[in-house]
């Protein structure tokens, strides 16, 4: 049974351009002239996509969006608007509506469209599939978040995921992907902070042969490298004004002009962005365009502090040390004494998940044994205590007075016994931990104890 395409649309010659442009693809088309006669079609049949224009002679299309989200199974929607009117796409898609198409109407466009529209009515029928393990957390506060991945993944709208450092907002961004239909394409993460102003255009668009001195080559954007797939804007909040623009352009064309080009390149891609900022502050200071802003901020998820749910904290904890320290070569990581678990939960952890995994991966340095003690578990004021204590010990060593009879080689070999004896107590004799702690290979450890003679 081929799949049902309605069509709403008061103008015959778009509706017969869609027609025409959809059948050879496999789709029965429906037609509908008004916002009524649209209803009448949907109390007949069931379609599987609906393609409606936002303004009909006897109502607005954005009612067939929210009705049609009630049935079951619910067909996928997209809109049709005129050109130069993007806001009413955006609120369109935050109704429901997976896509929009823009007039004058571009038929490589119409069929990508139609056929991921077809993809995603089927994949709503079909059993769904289960999110990410890593979004680990049994509170209210991430059962929230999962849920929220759950709906945007079936979207194709951009997301804007907001919320402090270190909440996760890549592995929130990488969530959506699998769970979406592009899970088989690429996933490509750009931090827009750590890309110097003057090198993000050729990293995001790419650029041609010749375009600047060095350039021997073409090379591919970022963008292209995502095709089909999902490209994650982390740090979008950073971006400089120009190249806001020329993301705008790239955003309302679905097309991107790489550096020397004399033509624009299609792509295919989704974009999740990210900031720890607030853009609507940034907006008003004139830091960061207003139609960029509501470009990106079509779909959000907001991240909540950790110590907005401290009681995820001894999952996570797990997750954490489980995902991190298992790559590894090492025996399993170590588990979480009710002591160290305690210490986690008071502690104010305002770099959030990311301090929390760095925590733990010292706590593990520290440990020789199966079980983290509450002791190996340090925050950021002890573990600064704990380091200046032992760079006044070192320092002490040094302070010899320097006689006829000084000798260089003596003093700098007990500094070094000293550190590798501290680092040896600290780790409880973990020679392993310890290189770690001094920054050098377990091998050249092993050197260095045997040379001076602390074997």
Do not use: W
Request: hydrophobic letters at 40%; proline letters at 6%; charged letters at 25%.
């Amino acid at each position: 049974m081929n799949p049902v395409l309605l069509i709403v649309d008061d103008e015959p010659s778009i509706r017969e351009l869609i027609g025409l442009t959809v059948e050879p693809l496999g789709f029965e088309v429906r037609e509908a002239g008004t916002l009524a006669e649209a209803r009448q079609a949907l109390a007949e049949e069931a379609p599987d996509l609906i393609l409606t224009d936002l303004r009909l002679p006897d109502g607005n299309g954005m009612a067939l969006v929210e009705e049609s989200a009630a049935l079951r199974p619910a067909p996928a929607v997209a809109v049709i608007t005129a050109y130069g009117t993007p806001e009413s796409a955006v609120e369109a898609m935050r109704a429901g509506a997976y896509d929009y198409l823009s007039k004058p109407i571009d038929t490589n466009r119409l069929r990508a469209l139609a056929q991921h529209g077809l993809r995603l009515t089927q994949a709503a029928s079909a059993e769904p599939e289960e999110l990410d393990s890593d979004l680990v957390g049994q509170s209210a506060t991430m059962d929230a978040v999962r849920s929220r991945v759950a709906r945007v993944a079936r979207s194709e709208a951009p997301v804007l995921i907001t919320g402090e450092s270190g909440t996760g907002k890549e592995l929130v961004a990488r969530s959506i992907h699998k769970a979406s239909l592009r899970a088989r394409h690429p996933f490509v993460p750009v931090n827009c902070a750590a890309i110097p102003e003057h090198l993000i255009e050729s990293e995001l668009f790419g650029y041609h042969k010749g375009a600047f001195t060095g350039a021997a080559t073409n090379k591919k954007g970022l963008f292209q490298e995502a095709e089909g797939g999902t490209l994650f804007l982390d740090e979008v909040g950073d971006l400089g004004l120009s190249v806001q623009a020329n993301l705008l352009r790239a955003l309302q064309e679905r097309a991107i002009r790489p550096l020397g080009a004399t033509r624009e390149i299609p792509v295919d891609v989704r974009i999740l962005a990210a900031t720890n900022k607030d853009l609507e502050e940034e907006v008003e200071a004139g830091r960061f365009r207003e139609d960029l802003y509501y470009r990106l901020d079509v779909l959000q998820i907001h991240l909540p502090a950790l110590r907005e749910h401290p009681e995820d904290i001894p999952e996570i904890a797990t997750a954490l040390l489980a995902r991190r320290f298992r790559r590894r070569d090492d025996p399993p990581p170590p588990i979480l004494s009710p002591g160290a678990l305690d210490r986690l939960r008071a502690m104010p952890l305002r770099g959030n998940v990311r301090e929390l995994e760095n925590i733990l991966e010292r706590a593990v340095s520290l440990t020789d044994g199966d079980t983290i003690p509450a002791e190996n578990v340090q925050g950021g004021r002890e573990r600064a205590a704990s380091e200046a204590e032992a760079a006044e010990e070192a320092a002490a060593a040094t302070e010899t007075p320097m006689g006829g009879g000084f000798q260089l080689d003596h003093h700098l070999a007990e500094v070094e016994r000293g550190l590798i004896r501290q680092a040896l107590e600290a780790t409880g004799g973990n020679k392993t931990a310890a290189a770690h702690r001094l920054g050098v290979s377990l091998r050249s450890l092993r050197y260095r104890i045997q040379k001076l003679g602390m074997e």
